[in-house]
């Protein structure tokens, strides 16, 4: 960019007016990285989870059943009914036997990942066309609904 | 209003001088430099360095800008309806508006006072002030939604305020006009001078949760107050307000209040006054006032109307009030970050007189008077005189300072900013504006911390700034350069209403308390359904109540039967939501109020008063996924009297049997 070295002088009623056309003092730049700045707020993200960071146990946790129960209830019944029935987003029945506990844990916590790199995830939003919401869940309330999942299943 | 011969004769002599030394040629476009758009220049993705908090005006409303962008993030509504955001619109916040006079639905917003701990900005809570039907209101920064709004009593437009102290401890609330206040209000308005009084009301500003309560009011002889400052430092404990109309005229005060060669800067001793107010010293006053809050938890406003406010007499109160000699109507009194300074700068006068708090004090204590001013001493003017500015201008409203011992004084009249040395009261440079500059702004100008770095006009004027838009045109904001000897234009930026004072702070200190979403688990709100299982519809009387869900995209119920014609359906949706930035609209065909728009985990409620039978539609407004445009729904309006019964359901297709006997029936 062009930058005028000259300066003039007006002479101004009683006054002097000083128009610089130099170069200013350069603006100091940080970059800021809005997500780490927010990163204790209510709406999270979870850490992806591996195979075997979930281990499962017969006979289900009856108070891990009623407590998915009641998040299901708040934050997943708009779309997902118990049966077979496709609402916005698929239904249940059966879901633990489609799906690996890892898999089912990561669409509830990690959305947006899965999104962008699971085949299975990217195929059920070319057929429910919404991209399914991040519901603020965390990791043990997805385990709770997993669990009661499990228990819509038939598992005892 | 015109460009002034004034301005006209500058841009004559700027053209042609700069002609001369071959700088490029001036017109209105003048005085910006070669490198002036990348300093401005914020990248797609990139955020901006300040958040600049700008008053509305007479839209009523607080609008949020970046800076050095001049990019409008947000319009904040605080006293005005807002059918965009449903605000005054939908049950839950029709509250907010509420006065001693009933539902205010506008107000005339002037000036923002944001938050500090030890002098400065912390970043929690930005307060204004409406002028209009006197209120004062707490905008909550991490939700940037109005939290409180409190009417102030014995005051009649509240333009000398928020203006706050270094500690948040008080807000401030000088009346404009002095009106007769006490048991005789039917008076002749030609007896102003027996009967009228002003008021400056401080209000407590609670540490932990911002909410504000009127501690006091002291009463003052019948003159207007314009502006205000807290001391700072070493004036802490003090605070100075500019006042006009020492004449105390009723009519015509353009002349009639501009007769008097100075006017005042009154000094309050707030300590002081908690003192008084300790020993009892103040009345008790019947008044009334309305006291707005709004519960985030409940997602509701609620109003109280208060009784009772304190009054302290400065004639039951030595040493809490003294009055300052100011030339010819002074609009700011700012103090400077030191807190030993006070600029006063009178609209019409030819000088900038600054004064010494150190000075002030020494005054008092030998009590060094010019007489009294209706029982109140009055200063020696070269007595707490630190000096004058010569000749800074024509027009000085309003100083504010960097953190190099600089002070920046507008010039309405000549239209132009003046930087000058606040020790060696030498101006230094000076820069046009376009036009006619009202308040201005550095960020953390007002604190004892001043980030510095530019400096933003506030113009009254904008005639040939922007392509022309009839009659009426954009207000228009410049942004100048200050961190070099030499300010220097950058930018112009339009603003909404008629911006007047403003504050801007590093983004920093705000973006990281930016709160996302409501957390659905916390809804208190009496008519929210928290999942699917509570959507339902129930009449009460000529009242049906849907409480409804909305979720990525659909609400729940979406098909509603039973109403009947004089009913009034309240329109209760719960946003399920818990991801940032997916709010779900609500509207309703023949609606008389707003939309709703309802962030994620939140309930509001709109009430829909059908005026004819049929069948009408309702859908989201706000575009929420690929199939936004499904999500809608009916709900069915039948006469009064109607025996359909009340039915709801979503997803619910009829039995093709059924349809077929419907359709036989319906014959």
């Given at each position: 960019m062009k930058s005028y070295q000259l300066s003039s002088i007006v002479l101004l009623i009683a006054s002097m007016l000083f128009i610089s056309c130099k170069e200013g003092v350069k603006k100091d730049t940080k970059p800021v990285d809005v997500q780490e700045l927010t990163k204790d707020q209510a709406e999270t993200h979870g850490t992806e989870l591996k195979e075997g960071d979930i281990t499962l146990s017969t006979p289900l946790d009856q108070t891990k059943v009623a407590a998915g129960k009641s998040t299901y209830e708040v934050k997943c019944q708009s779309c997902h009914r118990l049966t077979e029935e496709k609402l916005v987003g698929p239904g249940w029945k059966d879901v633990t036997k489609r799906r690996q506990s890892t898999w089912i844990m990561n669409m509830i916590t990690n959305v947006e990942m899965m999104l962008e790199t699971d085949p299975e995830a990217q195929k059920l939003l070319e057929q429910c066309m919404v991209r399914m919401p991040n519901q603020n869940i965390t990791r043990d309330q997805a385990r709770e609904v997993l669990e009661y999942m499990r228990s819509n299943d038939g598992e005892k | 209003m015109k460009q002034s011969n004034l301005q006209k004769c500058l841009w004559l002599a700027m053209v042609g001088v700069a002609g001369l030394y071959s700088c490029k040629p001036k017109g209105t476009?003048?005085?910006?430099?070669?490198?002036a758009a990348s300093k401005v220049y914020v990248a797609p993705g990139k955020y901006d360095e300040f958040y600049n908090f700008v008053s509305g005006g007479f839209s009523g409303q607080m609008s949020v800008y970046g800076l050095p962008s001049g990019r409008l993030f947000r319009v904040i509504p605080v006293f005005s309806v807002d059918p965009e955001k449903g605000y005054g619109y939908s049950e839950e916040t029709k509250a907010m508006l509420n006065t001693s006079h009933g539902f205010v639905p506008w107000d005339d917003l002037h000036h923002i006072a944001l938050s500090e701990t030890d002098g400065v900005q912390d970043g929690r809570w930005a307060f204004a002030n409406g002028n209009n039907t006197p209120r004062l209101a707490r905008v909550d920064l991490k939700t940037f939604r109005t939290a409180e709004i409190l009417e102030i009593p014995n005051s009649a437009g509240n333009h000398s305020s928020p203006f706050i102290t270094e500690n948040s401890e008080y807000i401030v609330a000088g009346t404009r006009f002095s009106v007769p206040v006490g048991d005789n209000l039917d008076v002749p308005i030609e007896t102003y001078k027996q009967n009228f009084k002003g008021t400056v009301s401080f209000v407590a500003v609670d540490k932990t949760s911002g909410k504000m309560n009127i501690a006091f009011q002291v009463l003052t002889p019948g003159i207007n107050f314009d502006l205000a400052r807290a001391g700072k430092g070493?004036?802490?404990g003090w605070f100075f307000f500019s006042c006009y109309n020492s004449e105390k005229a009723n009519t015509l005060l353009e002349v009639n209040a501009s007769q008097k060669d100075k006017d005042f800067i009154m000094c309050v001793n707030w300590k002081k006054a908690e003192e008084y107010m300790a020993a009892g010293k103040a009345m008790k006053k019947s008044v009334k006032y309305a006291h707005n809050t709004y519960d985030e938890s409940k997602h509701m406003a609620t109003s109280t109307i208060e009784n009772e406010v304190m009054v302290l007499d400065p004639k039951d109160c030595p040493g809490m009030v003294y009055f300052m000699p100011c030339p010819k109507s002074p609009h700011g009194c700012d103090t400077d970050p030191t807190g030993e300074y006070i600029v006063g700068s009178g609209k019409l006068a030819a000088t900038i007189p600054v004064f010494s708090f150190t000075k002030i004090q020494t005054a008092i204590a030998a009590k060094n008077f010019d007489g009294e001013y209706d029982g109140i001493p009055v200063l020696k003017y070269d007595a707490v005189l630190h000096g004058e500015v010569q000749k800074p201008g024509l027009g000085p409203l309003h100083t504010e300072f960097d953190a190099n011992g600089n002070a920046y004084t507008s010039f309405f009249v000549s239209s132009e900013i003046v930087k000058w040395n606040v020790q060696s009261l030498k101006v230094l440079d000076r820069v046009p504006t376009y036009y006619s500059i009202g308040h201005l702004c550095i960020p953390g100008g007002p604190t004892k911390k001043p980030w510095g770095k530019y400096v933003i006009a506030y113009n009254k004027i904008t005639k040939d700034r922007y392509l022309p838009t009839g009659p009426e045109l954009a207000q228009s904001a410049q942004l100048y350069d200050i961190s070099g000897e030499k300010m220097k234009l950058l930018l112009d930026f339009p603003t909404i209403g008629e911006p007047h004072y403003a504050e801007a702070i590093p983004a920093e200190l705000i973006m990281k308390n930016s709160q996302k979403i409501y957390k659905i688990e916390e809804n208190q709100n009496p008519w929210a359904a928290k999942g699917d299982n509570y959507a339902r519809v129930e009449r009460k009387g000529n009242e049906v109540h849907v409480y409804a869900t909305s979720i990525r995209s659909h609400f729940t119920p979406d098909n509603i039967e039973g109403v009947r014609l004089g009913d009034i359906v309240y329109f209760h949706v719960t946003n399920l939501e818990q991801d940032w930035d997916v709010p779900h609209g609500f509207a309703v065909k023949g609606a008389n109020n707003a939309e709703l728009l309802i962030m994620p985990g939140e309930t509001q409620t709109l009430a829909w008063k059908p005026d004819r039978i049929g069948v009408f539609p309702m859908y989201c407004t706000d575009f929420c996924s690929a199939l936004h445009q499904e999500m809608q729904g009916y709900i069915r309006v039948s006469p009064a009297g109607s025996n359909v019964p009340l039915t709801f359901s979503t997803g619910k297709t009829a039995p093709a049997i059924t349809e077929k006997k419907d359709s036989v029936t319906r014959k």
């Open positions: - | 476009q003048s005085a910006v430099s070669g490198n070493k004036s802490h």
